[in-house]
């Protein structure tokens, strides 16, 4: 189905006016910018990315409303190559402890990547970790120190 | 000359920080639009669209279809608006082309808009289905996306593009209409 030309010359200046108001009325805020443009710097480079599989607060199908479990700590589960996290979040406020398996075993530094910065840790021999960190946005890239594998999880909210 | 979407992706793949920064600025009002229609608070609505970029960091090397990013970024950000929505108990339900939410959300402030049309306007734009939104948000750009980008990304038949478009700038004008004021501008009355 083809537009009428006439439709067209009609919509384009409600268009840009559209555009015009939603610049006035409600712009990107500065903070939002600069932080979209420093987003760059956590590119993965070697790193695979450890896809989100599953996560307790959502559900397979767009349906809510009702939270997945009953008030016990967020679960979630990422899986890049063979690589398997799995991480337990609790908190209130802004405040997040997040607890960490990771597989395969070996020797493990994980950084937590997030709203405040960076924090460097070691995984144990069962490949388990706890990190203190801030709601908002996460990710964590783990480097196994006795294997060519760095895998980063796939950012989320926290 | 304006480098070309598949460029900057090229190259912020490399790690080339201006290119980046192009691709934030081309479409950064976009996304911020798309994540402010869903009703989320101001930290969620930050935390949304920043998860957003940094989901298009991830797949910089994997975008199959550079010149449908305006919908990628689109479709990711519902996603990630749609989540927290979730974290916060407030949808009722979603489909492809909906979210009922449990309430409306903080006020969207027209306080900075002068004129009455222009706060009719963006009353009206506020009025419109989700779909209705996102589409007029990509048909917005500059320049304007073509009807086969737009479809693709947005998982649409092509043809329904049209029509879709011309029914949600009827909704648009009958919500200005509404308010008494007429769309769109007269000619004589541009500055």
Redesign the interface.
Known sequence: ???DPR?DA??A?????????????????P???L???S??A???LDAE?AALLT?S??SDK????V?GTGGGPRQLSFAGGVAVVDLEVEGEGRARLVRGQCSPPGVVDVVARGASGSVGIVADDLGQFVVHAA???F?LRLSWRDEPRQV?T????L | MALTNHELLAA??A?D?PA??AL?ERY??L???VA?GFRLDDV?T??????T??????Q?DRIREPQALPGWLATTARR?C??????R?R?????DATVDL?DAGPA???G??REER?RA??RA?ATLRERCRTL?LL??GDPPQAYAVIGESLGLPI?SI??T??RC?DQ??TALEGSGIT???R?SD?R
Do not use: C, K, Y
């Open positions: 189905m083809t537009t439709d009609q919509d200046p409600l268009l840009a006016d559209l555009a015009r108001v939603l610049g006035e009325a409600d712009p990107a805020p903070d939002t910018v932080a979209a443009r987003a760059l956590h590119r993965a990315i996560d607060d959502s767009e349906l809510a409303g939270r709601a908002g946005p990710s980063d796939e950012w989320i909210v | 912020a793949a790690g920080q980046w920064d934030v950064g009002n996304v911020w639009h402010r969620d930050q935390d949304a669209v920043q998860t970029w940094l989901h298009l960091v991830e910089l990630e749609l989540r927290l929505l979730r974290q108990g949808v009722v339900t979603a489909d449990a969207v402030d027209e900075l808009l222009d306007l963006w734009f007029l048909l917005m043809g049209g029509p478009r011309a700038l648009l004008r769309a769109p501008a000619a541009e």
